[in-house]
T-cell receptor
Framework: NAGVMQNPRHLVRRRGQEARLRCSPM?????VYWYRQLPEEGLKFMVY????????ESGMPKERFSAEFPKEGPSILRIQQVVRGDSAAYFC????????????FGQGTRLTVV | GEDVEQSLFLSVREGDSSVINCTYT??????LYWYKQEPGAGLQLLTY?????DMKQDQRLTVLLNKKDKHLSLRIADTQTGDSAIYFC????????????????FGAGTRLAVHP
């Protein structure tokens, strides 16, 4: 059973381009969380999704950022018109059921905006 | 509020015990976690403790929870060079009522350096 898969592992974008980060949860998991880790900081909650629904997006910047978790396929975190301040590691976690004691994390996507 | 604080650095000698401390603010936390992150890698769950427990031991790891003071610690016995990493404390907060979900709030991480 593969773990949480994120791709790409590293992504370089120029300012103004779009970044698309993908997360495939563990098999059977229907709950996905996205976190952002700025350099030298802890992880900050961004968004929690269930299949086809955004449940909590209180940590998402209001502009340029969006997330989806379609019925089929991976969860996508999309950042439009990237700026240097978006450079960070973006981690996805998945869990089997609501309230599960353990969320499994992917290896992260390291986004660098040049 | 939702806030988790940790000291940023800890340096220990190989073979000694390491104690990493964490304080949190939300009294409704259900579980508290310790994660390990090695350079360039993701997060590895080390251990967790339910909020109605005060201690949990798992091989070289001992977690102590003082719920009254909202203080959590991780003790690593016989620390090895392979334990050098960043350790994150996280609290799990229930949101959304009876049909809700758990939201993890992380500290900034403690960088543990183990030297010979």
């Amino acid at each position: 059973n593969a773990g949480v898969m994120q791709n790409p592992r590293h992504l370089v974008r120029r300012r103004g381009q779009e970044a698309r980060l993908r997360c495939s949860p563990m098999k059977g998991h229907s709950h996905v969380y996205w976190y952002r880790q700025l350099p030298e900081e802890g992880l900050k909650f961004m968004v929690y999704l269930q299949k086809e629904n955004i449940i909590d997006e209180s940590g998402m910047p209001k502009e340029r950022f969006s997330a989806e978790f379609p019925k089929e396929g991976p969860s996508i975190l999309r950042i439009q018109q990237v700026v240097r301040g978006d450079s960070a590691a973006y981690f996805c976690a998945s869990s089997l059921i609501e309230g599960n004691t353990e969320a499994f994390f992917g290896q992260g996507t390291r986004l660098t905006v040049v | 509020g939702e806030d988790v604080e940790q000291s940023l650095f800890l340096s220990v000698r190989e073979g000694d015990s390491s104690v990493i401390n964490c304080t949190y603010t939300d009294s409704s936390s259900t579980y508290l976690y310790w994660y390990k992150q090695e350079p360039g890698a993701g997060l590895q769950l080390l251990t967790y403790i339910f909020s109605n427990m005060d201690m949990k031991q798992d091989q070289r790891l001992t977690v102590l929870l003082n719920k009254k003071d909202k203080h959590l610690s991780l003790r690593i016995a016989d620390t090895q060079t392979g334990d050098s990493a960043i350790y994150f404390c996280a609290e799990s907060i229930r949101r959304g009522g009876s049909g809700g979900y758990n939201k993890l709030i992380f500290g900034a991480g403690t960088r543990l350096a183990v030297h010979p």
